[in-house]
């Protein structure tokens, strides 16, 4: 049984916490090397989210040491074993790719007060 047909047969997630665009959240991902499996965190900002229910996904952007990764997480991926927010962000639109091509501080997003 491949992933997607995993993904149909069980539920939605209700391990996940409510998030939003401009959060800062950790997705601890399941990698496989091998016959291994190890867990990986991946630390950015959201800025996007697509789709709803099985094909939910986002899209989450960190800068490391002057290089931007953004990476695509199915949110019901069996691959992802959770998601934590760290921070909460204030913006007001509803996709930041105009993050794409700002740098240092004009990349800030301002964190809420909740």
């Known amino acids: 049984m491949n992933i997607v047909e995993q993904m149909r047969t069980n539920g939605l997630r209700d ?6 665009i401009g959060d800062t959240i950790t997705v601890a991902v399941r990698i496989k090397e091998g016959d291994k499996s190890r867990i990986q965190d991946f630390i950015g900002a959201v800025i996007a989210r697509q789709g709803t229910g099985n094909e939910a996904s986002v899209t989450v952007r960190k800068v490391t040491g002057g290089i931007a990764v953004e990476r695509i997480f199915p949110v019901e991926s069996p691959n992802v074993d959770s998601i934590s927010v760290k921070k909460r962000g204030r913006i007001r639109r509803a996709k930041l790719y105009y993050l794409r091509g700002r740098t240092g501080r004009k990349a800030r997003i301002r964190e809420a007060r909740r």
């Open 15 to 20: 391990d996940l916490p409510e998030f939003s």
